[in-house]
Every structure is written in C-alpha cells, then in structure tokens.
C-alpha cells in the first residue's frame, strides 16, 4: 500500500520535474488514473483464472516484483505518452494482483478467525501511507546533496524503492502459506446478481459508500500533491524542470499527519455501525468527509494549517465511509451464497467511481480551478449522506421486522420441545396409573 500511494503522490513531480509539464498535468493525472483502473478491473480476473493453475503465492510474489519495476523505471519516462502510461499500466497490473491474492489468501489463512487476521491487514493497510508520508517522500531530499545534480536524489530515490519492492516480492515466497481450496470469483457470472442485490436497500448503500470512499483515496494521493507542486511553482519558490523537494515534503506532512489522526475516528465509526442503526454511522461520515472536502476545495493555500485541518476531516470521513458502508454487508444482510459476488461489486463499484471522478475531476482542475475534484468528492459525500438519512426509517424497519422473525423462529422450536415433553409426561403417567395395582 505504501508503494501505491508512493507513486501516486510522486507522479507529479515526475511531471512538473522531469518531463517539464506545467499545463493540463490534471487531465494527464485523470488519464493516467482512468486507464489504470481499467487495466485492473481486467487485471482482477486474470490473475483470478491464473490463481486456479498457479501458487497463490507465486501469483502474489510475481505481482509484488511487477510493482517494483515501473517504479525504478517510472522517473526515466521521456513523455506522458507512451512511456508513462506504459509504466502506469504495469504498475496497475502488479498492484490488482496484490489486492486479489491478498484477500484470497487471507480466506485460505482465516481458519474461522476472519475478524482477527481482517483486523490485522486493515491495520496494516491503514499503515501503509503513514510509512509512505513519512519515510518515503522523504527519501529524495535525504539522498540529495548541494553539489549534486538536481535530478540525481530523485532518480536514486526511485530506484531503490523499486528495488526494495522487487527484493521483498522475492524474499517472501518461502515465507507465505500455500494455497487452499479458495477460488477467485469470475467477475462476469457475479456481477449481474451483485447489481440485483441492491434492490435491499442495505446494499445500495454500501455500494454507494464505496463508489466516493474509493475515489477518496485516490484523489488525496493524486490530487493534493499535484495541487501543492502548483502551488508552490505559482508562489515562485519552485521551477517547472528542477526537483521540488519543498512540495514533497509538504505532501508528505499534509497527507501523514491527516491519515495518522483520522485513525482514531475508525472505532468511533465501528461503535457507530455496532450501537445504532447502520445508516447513522454513514450519515456522520459524509457530513464529516463533506465538512473537510468543500472547504477545502475553496483554500487559496493548500499547504496552510486550516488546510490540514479540512484534510484530517477529509480522511476521517474516507475512513468512515469504508467502514459504515461495509456495515452495511456484514452480518445476515446479504445471504452466505452471495457474500463473494456482493463483495466483487462492492469493489467494482468503487473502481468505476475512481474513473468517473479521477477524470472530471482532472479536466476540471485544469479548466476550472485546482480544488474541482475535492468539490466533486464532497457533492458526492452530501449525497450518501442525504442517501443515508432518506433511508434510515426503511432500514429500521426491515431491521425490525427482521428481528421479530428470527425471534419467532426461535421461540417455535421451544414451543414444540415444549408440547412433545407434556405429551411424553402424560403417556408416563397413564403407563404407570394402568400398571398400578
């Protein structure tokens, strides 16, 4: 995860720095995020067919190494296109093949303890950008020196990012379990019943959830680094050409600092989907996540402290609708048959919001101003909000109504015990008065 969001936020400086880019970077960055997506909505069932013939393990090995390469490669790029968008490709393809092989073996590993090892790679996940902020962007500036070629800390930065991922993708086979009995859901004989599970209302706003919570993050690594580099090119204390380890530094803080505290909101989240009905825990999240994101959008200065204060409510509303929205499938929702299929959708849906989003929003950025893909993001926290509130009485009452059923269905059977156990008393006691004296 680290490394996703790595190459993310770099990816302007490889613009502004490298291939001297200062107009229409935020089409290129909505471009370049739109053509990954799709590769790895492909990507997703490939590597899903080939987890049928191959190792788990071997699958999530090569995709790891597949994840380092373009990143070595990445600053060498002599333009947008094809170089970059080359690179961007694999890069995409490496990383849809980590995510599926993770989740397919963190079933093969559960052994009925799904919640803790979840728990576990959530929190790993949610690690991975604070270790990208804080240790990663950092690299480039540690390695540069003032007699040294501008470009140089930036190429050897890459580089051994890159390789430290090769070296890990090898380093870990031994180590991973082997395969289980798992497979990969096909995407396309779930996606269609995945779509007509959203006639429960419950479902369609988890899908809801994820299709902004997804187009969250990306927007926060792609977008706030673009708009800071800008910023300071604007303010003149960087050049289009020349490495800008002010702006990386500062994306670094903004988006570290905003992910570390907007951790702590995650347990209110989960208390929230646990102790009230599961729509209130959505409706807090988009009000939140719209409270950092439309002001945010509005800043003259992205890099101030109020900024960092929209981005914290940013991200704690990002994580917020990942949680509350995945409420909104856990438990007796969705049936046992349909939890795979319903969850590729989940994800399906995510990544069509990452399409539709990164690319107005990039347009938008150049032709309208540089905060248009946080608007979007935070019309589009209005609207599961809103969504969220319009249904919370439905919800409640076919949650209720739920419940009254489940606890018929438990009181039936005790009543039968209950019937049977009289009718074996009463033929004991007329056994025993015929065979009195």
């Excluded at 092989?101 to 963190?106: I, K, L, P, R, T």
């Excluded at 003149?236 to 803080?253: E, K």
């Excluded at 409270?291 to 959008?297: D, N």
């Excluded at 009254?404 to 269905?409: F, G, M, N, Y």
Aim: with cysteine.
């Amino acid at each position: 995860m680290s490394v996703i969001v790595y190459l993310s936020a770099a990816q302007s400086y490889v613009l502004t720095s490298i291939l001297h880019m200062e107009d229409n970077t935020g089409n290129t960055v909505g471009n370049l995020a739109l053509y990954s997506e799709l590769v790895a909505m492909v990507s997703v069932i490939i590597w899903g067919m080939a987890s049928d013939w191959i190792q788990k393990r071997t699958i999530y090995c090569i995709a790891i190494c597949i994840l380092g390469l373009p990143v070595i490669l990445y600053p060498y790029a002599k333009n947008v296109y094809p170089d970059l968008l080359l690179m961007r490709l694999v890069f995409s393809l490496g990383s849809a093949g980590c995510t599926s092989m993770m989740v397919a073996m963190m079933i093969d590993v559960s052994y009925g303890q799904g919640g803790i090892v979840s728990a576990i790679v959530g929190a790993c996940s949610a690690l991975g950008p604070l270790f990208a902020s804080f240790v990663l962007f950092t690299v480039p500036s540690q390695l540069s020196t003032p007699d040294s070629n501008p470009q140089v800390p930036l190429y050897q930065a890459f580089g051994i990012i890159g390789g430290v991922t090769i070296f890990l993708g090898l380093l870990l086979w031994p180590f991973l379990p082997r395969s289980g009995t798992y497979r990969l859901p096909l995407v396309h004989r779930c996606l269609w019943d995945g779509l007509k599970m959203a006639k429960d209302p419950r479902v369609a706003l988890g899908y809801a959830s994820s299709f902004f919570a997804r187009a969250d993050e990306i927007i926060i690594s792609n977008f706030i680094s673009l708009w800071v580099t800008h910023y300071y090119i604007e303010q003149g204390s960087c050049q289009v050409g020349m490495p800008c380890y002010q702006a990386l530094g500062r994306t670094g803080m903004l988006t570290g600092i905003s992910q570390a505290v907007a951790m702590a909101a995650i347990p209110l989240f989960g208390l929230l989907s646990e102790c009230f009905p599961r729509p209130v825990g959505l409706v807090v999240a988009g009000l939140v996540g719209a409270a950092g994101c439309l002001p945010f959008a509005f800043s003259f200065d992205p890099t101030s402290s109020k900024a960092q204060g929209f981005i914290i409510l940013l991200a704690a509303g990002e994580y917020g609708m990942i949680i509350s929205g995945m409420a909104h499938l856990n438990g007796d929702v969705v049936p046992t048959s349909r939890r795979g299929t319903v969850s590729g959708v989940f994800s399906f849906m995510g990544s069509v919001g990452i399409i539709l989003i990164s690319k107005v929003g990039g347009v938008l950025f150049d032709v309208w101003m540089k905060g248009a893909p946080f608007l979007l993001l935070g019309i589009g926290h209005c609207i599961v909000a809103v969504m969220a509130a319009v249904l919370l009485p439905w919800i409640v009452r076919i949650e209720s109504r739920e419940k009254r059923l489940r606890k018929s269905q438990e009181y039936q059977p005790q009543i039968e015990i209950s019937s049977k156990q009289e009718k074996d008393s009463e033929a004991s006691l007329e056994s025993f008065i015929s065979t009195s004296p």
